[in-house]
């Protein structure tokens, strides 16, 4: 079983940038694919971005590209996302989660954290 704790959100302006971390403990060895979802009221959970333990190799949602980078510190065992360019849109819940593969497939992930909320404000 894998541990995640979300951190790192909050309240920024449109244009504004957030880090967003994500610390995992537990059996992460297992896991190789790190990824970022989020959901906005109303709306489904959505990929936001992934990353592989191993080799680094990362997936963006085309919502985020150019704005997002997703990066990893192993010694850490964190992931975190560096949200610039923030919009309105961006606003809700982000979530991590870990999959065996790396992959875009929101079914593929377990081991949920709980959340943290990022507001963007116009």
């Known amino acids: 079983q894998v541990q995640l704790v979300e951190s790192g959100g909050g309240v920024v302006q449109a244009g504004g940038s957030q880090r967003l971390s994500c610390a995992a403990s537990?059996?992460?060895?297992?896991?190789?694919?790190m990824g970022w979802f989020r959901q906005a009221p109303g709306k489904e959970r959505e990929f936001v971005a992934v990353?592989?333990?191993?080799?680094?190799?990362?997936l963006y949602a085309d919502s985020v590209k150019g704005r997002f980078t997703i990066y990893r510190d192993n010694a850490k065992n964190t992931v975190y996302l560096q949200m610039n360019s923030l919009k309105p849109e961006d606003t809700a819940v982000y979530y991590c989660?870990?999959?065996?593969?790396?992959?875009?497939?929101?079914?593929?992930?377990?081991?949920w954290g709980q959340g943290t909320q990022v507001t963007v404000s116009s």
């Open positions: 989660a870990a999959s065996r593969t790396v992959t875009t497939t929101l079914g593929a992930y377990d081991g």
């Open positions: 990353i592989a333990w191993s080799g680094g190799y990362t």
């Open positions: 537990g059996r992460t060895f297992s896991k190789d694919g």
